[in-house]
């Protein structure tokens, strides 16, 4: 069993029901969900939401993840973890988003199991330890975290067989961010 950390952080009517239906199907998986709500975790959110995920995760690899990304296959978690885990080359591996088999150049197109990438984003798989949190701005956020982990030696990249449908694609919370 593989810890998930889903934050939650719906502020629109749409993503209040996308939230809802992507947490309903997190808690019929074979994982411990731990909800990281906006009105728990400190400011800033897209910082300390990560950090919390790291001081609270049990298992040696978890995944944090976005109340919009709905995981297609119900092996998802097991299948990151394990490719995660089967890479050590990998500091950090998104899951793979269905958009990008449509507008996802240059990645529609690949196929290996590992695709190299140097800034991803949640749904992540990372092992227990491997991140630190500098201070930075959201829209920069994930290549921040990606580079914590390429200055450590490692590889950041996408687990392809790990497809979600990510439901706020249009409707990011970024745009409803101050």
């Known amino acids: 069993m593989i810890d998930v950390f889903l934050r ?4 629109t009517p749409v993503r209040e029901h996308l939230a809802s239906a992507v947490r309903w199907h997190l808690e019929t998986l074979d994982v411990r969900v731990i909800v990281l709500a906006r009105s728990i975790v400190p400011e800033p959110y897209h ?3 990560k950090k919390m995920a790291e001081e609270k995760a049990d298992t040696f690899i978890y995944c944090v993840i976005d109340d919009d990304q709905l995981p297609v296959p119900d092996d998802f978690f097991e299948v990151g973890a394990l490719t995660l885990a089967n890479h050590p080359e990998y500091g950090m591996l998104a899951g793979f988003p269905l958009e990008y088999g449509l ?3 240059p990645y529609a197109e690949r196929k290996e199991e590992v695709i190299e990438a140097h800034s991803i984003g949640c749904p992540y798989f990372v092992r227990k330890g491997t991140l630190t949190f500098p201070e930075g701005p959201l829209r920069q956020y994930d290549a921040i975290l990606s580079k914590v982990v390429t200055d450590q030696g490692l590889k950041t990249g996408f687990a392809r067989k790990c497809l979600y449908n990510h439901l706020g694609f249009g409707h990011s919370q970024i745009g ?3």
């Open 176 to 178: 409803y961010t101050d």
């Open 47 to 49: 910082i300390n939401s």
């Open 103 to 105: 507008y996802g150049q």
């Open 8 to 11: 939650w952080y719906p502020r």
